[in-house]
């Protein structure tokens, strides 16, 4: 606060202690620079978030605080977006376009929680809302913020850099604050032993604590990968991903139309494509011909039905897609929530179940280990100090160790200096290029690139990535290559991009193509 009060524009990492009121602590910033004469941004993931930090603003500093987001409309955003610019609104509360809020005399820019994938906009020139809150903070001399209970590599690179502080608590603190975090031992093992635990994924000690909670009159909060019934299938002898026949769509369960399967988790009939809609009713594998089906990820709504067996008269609640819940009454209750929807339970949940942690951890995608603890770690918050939260899940995996310790700067410091090992951002800058093999050639033709590029691929574009060019369009196959540079030639691969892109504009070529610098989606 003090370095704030003077003006001197600090740099600085927050680790936020479990279960702290971060919306106050965010607000209190925000008007230590209001009372100085200057004006601050706070940015967050999204819109349940910015009410409630918007509520502490106002609170503390009453209409001198607007809030900006995709959801007020055209017209009370302009007016909002005016009051910014006239400077009678001396704070901004938004999610990540808020970075770029006309704030007069800026003294402070913060982001809550900045590995979350929102702030990424999906739109041309795909700007990050941290990397220019960055820039701005440079420029501008205005302190800057990064708080979150995790910590991402991209943050950890500026601190290790110098050009922010760490601002974290004392170890003991840090112990006094967290919950209880185990690990229960050969999973595996008890879940084959146990008929009950295996039928709601959670072994015997894990079932004994939520039962617990659940006799003192305290919430438990369990935390699922996907929603639906059986959101994704494989074949049972081969574990290969069933696909539909059509379309290639992967094959699902989406509710509990079909809800017939054995201990093993084998689905039985009639699954549906999640791409085409097509009811495959004599599935064959291509792989090995086997027509036995198992669940590879079971979702929110098949958990929440076999938690209400496992605990019987105890009111199940769901969080997650289009029914996310914000806030629940305290009391006994179980809370299946999907990952980022988990409500708040006043007073703290008194258990907390991580399951299926695999499906996080085994994603194909360069954040997976720090997304998973971000999500884990988020969860954990909701649980009282004196609580518990059991991870299902590998503990000998370094990601699951970081959760145990509650160490996110350490994870995030072997994150990135794994990443520097292998060549990937932040330790490097990497321009991802998507097209056909056409376009890509086009543009590597008109580029005048750096002597020390790197160029890899082409490879498939990976899955998930959205393809760069209409619905309406269907090339025959899109690809993607990686341009890798040092960071110190970042700013050189970024205008022979620029000046390539220029060049195929002035030709009129219709060719699908995009170009991504540091994207969040590498593959």
């Not at 258990?351 to 954990?380: F, H, I, P, Q, Y």
């Amino acid at each position: 606060m003090t370095a704030l009060e003077q003006g001197k524009g600090p740099r600085a990492a927050w680790q936020a202690l479990p279960g702290e009121d971060w919306p106050r602590r965010l607000a209190e910033l925000a008007a230590a620079v209001v009372a100085r004469g200057r004006s601050a941004i706070l940015m967050v993931p999204d819109q349940r978030d910015l009410d409630r930090v918007l509520a502490e603003c106002t609170r503390l500093m009453g209409d001198s605080a607007v809030g900006l987001s995709a959801g007020l409309g055209p017209a009370a955003r302009y007016r909002r977006w005016l009051a910014v610019l006239r400077g009678t609104a001396q704070v901004v509360v938004g999610t990540r376009s808020a970075v770029f809020a006309p704030a007069k005399n800026l003294g402070l820019i913060a982001i809550w929680d900045d590995g979350d994938d929102t702030y990424a906009e999906p739109r041309s020139p795909y700007p990050h809302a941290r990397e220019v809150a960055m820039l701005r903070s440079h420029e501008t001399g205005a302190a800057f913020v990064a708080g979150g209970f995790a910590r991402t590599a991209e943050i950890q690179a500026v601190v290790e850099s110098g050009w922010a502080h760490d601002l974290v608590a004392d170890r003991m603190v840090v112990r006094d604050a967290a919950p209880r975090i185990s690990v229960p031992g050969d999973t595996d093992i008890a879940l084959e032993r146990d008929p009950v635990a295996r039928a709601v994924r959670i072994p015997g000690v894990a079932y004994a604590a939520a039962r617990s909670a659940l006799k003192e009159g305290a919430g438990v909060l369990v935390q699922v990968p996907r929603r639906g019934y059986v959101p994704s299938l494989a074949c049972a002898k081969c574990r290969t991903p069933a696909r539909c026949r059509h379309c290639n769509g992967p094959l699902a369960l989406p509710d509990g139309r079909a809800r017939h399967s054995d201990s093993q988790g084998d689905a039985a009939h009639s699954p549906n494509c999640r791409w085409c809609g097509i009811t495959e009713a004599a599935f064959r594998c291509a792989s090995c011909g086997s027509r036995a089906l198992r669940a590879v990820v079971i979702g929110a709504q098949r958990t929440a039905e076999e938690l209400g067996r496992a605990f019987p008269g105890v009111p199940i609640r769901g969080s997650g897609g289009g029914a996310m819940l914000d806030t629940v009454e305290p009391g006994p209750q179980v809370v299946v929530a999907t990952v980022g929807a988990e409500p708040v339970l006043p007073g703290g949940y008194g258990v907390a179940l991580l399951l299926d942690s695999w499906a996080l951890l085994g994603r194909a995608d360069l954040r997976a280990s720090e997304d998973a603890l971000r999500r884990w770690m988020t969860a954990a918050t909701l649980v009282r100090s004196r609580g518990q939260v059991i991870v299902m899940a590998d503990p000998g995996i370094p990601t699951v160790q970081a959760l145990v310790r509650w160490d996110p700067v350490g994870h995030a410091r072997v994150e990135l200096a794994s990443r520097a090992e292998v060549g990937f951002p932040p330790a490097v800058r990497m321009a991802a290029v998507d097209g056909t093999a056409e376009s890509i050639n086009e543009l590597l033709t008109a580029t005048d690139l750096p002597a020390d590029v790197d160029v890899l691929g082409p490879v498939p574009l990976p899955d998930g990535a959205r393809k760069p060019f209409s619905s309406g369009d269907s090339p025959a196959e899109v690809e993607r290559i990686l341009l890798r540079v040092d960071r110190k030639s970042g700013a050189a691969l970024a205008r022979a991009l620029t000046a390539a892109q220029a060049i195929r504009s002035t030709h009129r070529s219709d060719a699908p193509l995009r170009v991504q610098i540091d994207p969040v989606d590498i593959g």
